[in-house]
């Protein structure tokens, strides 16, 4: 499995295009993986979801803004268009720490730091209702 954007051909996009957000990395493999780290926020039959490297967690002020929800599918695409990253499931928020949410931006989980990229909904997966239970 690829670890870095250069692995996969990506290039890193470190400035801002229109239509951006900040694309972090969640966590990489080789860095020390906590609980916190590997739990999102969304519960599947009322248990934790434990992050994969196809998830990513989004800051609350886009899942406002797109009308996104914990359990929806997004692709992560480059300033072209093309897209990076296929079909991944909105599995957490953005927190910088506790109470301070991360705004405009998305973490990819077990993959590099990208700089920027755009988002659509999944074309692979039916619309969920929007999440609008904030807690910031």
């Known amino acids: 499995m690829p670890t870095s954007p250069q692995d ?6 470190y400035k801002q295009f229109p239509g951006s957000v900040r694309t972090k990395s969640m966590w990489m493999p080789g860095q020390r993986l906590t609980r916190d780290l590997k739990k999102g ?3 599947e039959n009322g248990q934790d979801h434990l992050m994969t490297d196809n998830d990513i967690a989004m800051s609350p002020d886009l899942m406002k803004k797109y009308g996104y929800g914990l359990g929806d599918y997004v692709d992560v695409l480059d300033a072209q268009g093309n897209v990076l990253y296929p079909h991944q499931l909105i599995a957490d928020k953005s927190y910088v720490s506790p109470g301070k949410p991360n705004s405009n931006t998305i973490e990819l989980w ?3 730091d990208i700089g920027y990229s755009t988002i ?3 074309p692979q997966a039916p619309a969920t209702p929007a999440y609008d239970e904030y807690e910031d």
């Open 120 to 122: 659509r909904r999944s």
């Open 41 to 43: 926020a969304l519960q």
């Open 110 to 112: 077990g993959r590099g």
């Open 8 to 13: 996969t051909g990506i290039v890193n996009t």
